[in-house]
Each structure stands twice: as C-alpha cells, then as structure tokens.
C-alpha cells in the first residue's frame, strides 16, 4: 500500500487545515475499503503519536484526547482517500503528520499500523 499525503502548510493559531491522503496499491488487489485508516503525526524532538483513526465503512471514529472536538477524519471510498480536517488549530499542533494504513479494517489507532505514508508538515504560529 502506497500512501501519498497532501495539504500541510503554515497557519496562525485558530486558523483551519485540511489533509488529505491518497492511497493506492498493486492494481491486481488493492481495495482502498479493506483497510482502517489514521493519522499520526511526530513534532519535533517527540515521539510518534496517534491522532485519529476510521474504520472501513467510516462508520466509526477515534480521536486522541489532545484533538478530540478540534479535529475530523473521513475517508471516501470510492476516491481512495482519507482525509483530516483540523479547526482551531494551536501552536502544540505543529508536526509532521503521517497518513496510516492497516490490514484491520477495523482498526482503532491503539496499535501501530500496518502502512506509513510519507509525512506533510504542518506548522502553526502563535
């Protein structure tokens, strides 16, 4: 599974962002629906942290306490794509974010995916 994340950038506080993430695999196989998708993102000088996750049919969503309210995630199956959407974004929300993929489709983000994406900077000022 190939991940590709887009729509990181430099925000103000308070100000909105919205990531999306496209995913794709071996053309013989690949079913975007098959998999649980999630966010994880790394600021500097941290560890890796989950941020939120959705199961196959998008009909259930886990957040990390730190974005939960502030933060949606939805996927569109028929696109292939999941996305992030980030309100009232914080200075603390600065980090490289990383589209996730894992063989569960029902997975819940408490354990390490199965796939990494390469990550998309997002950068918030006070």
């Known amino acids: 599974v190939q991940l590709q994340a887009f729509g990181g950038g430099l925000v103000q506080a308070g100000d909105s962002l919205r990531l999306s993430c496209a995913a794709s695999?071996?053309?013989?196989?690949?079913?975007?629906?098959?998999?649980?998708m999630g966010w994880f993102r790394q600021a500097p000088g941290k560890e890796r942290e989950f941020v939120a996750a959705i199961v196959w049919a998008g009909t259930r969503t886990s957040y990390a306490d730190s974005v939960r309210g502030r933060f949606q995630i939805s996927r569109d199956n028929a696109k292939d794509t999941v996305f992030l959407q980030m309100n009232s974004l914080k200075p603390e929300d600065t980090a490289v974010h990383y589209c996730?993929?894992?063989?569960?489709?029902?997975?819940?983000?408490?354990?390490?995916?199965?796939?990494w994406g390469q990550g998309t900077q997002v950068t918030v000022s006070s």
């Open positions: 996730t993929a894992d063989d569960h489709p029902d997975y819940d983000g408490a354990s390490p995916p199965t796939y």
């Open positions: 695999g071996s053309p013989s196989g690949f079913s975007f629906s098959s998999y649980g």
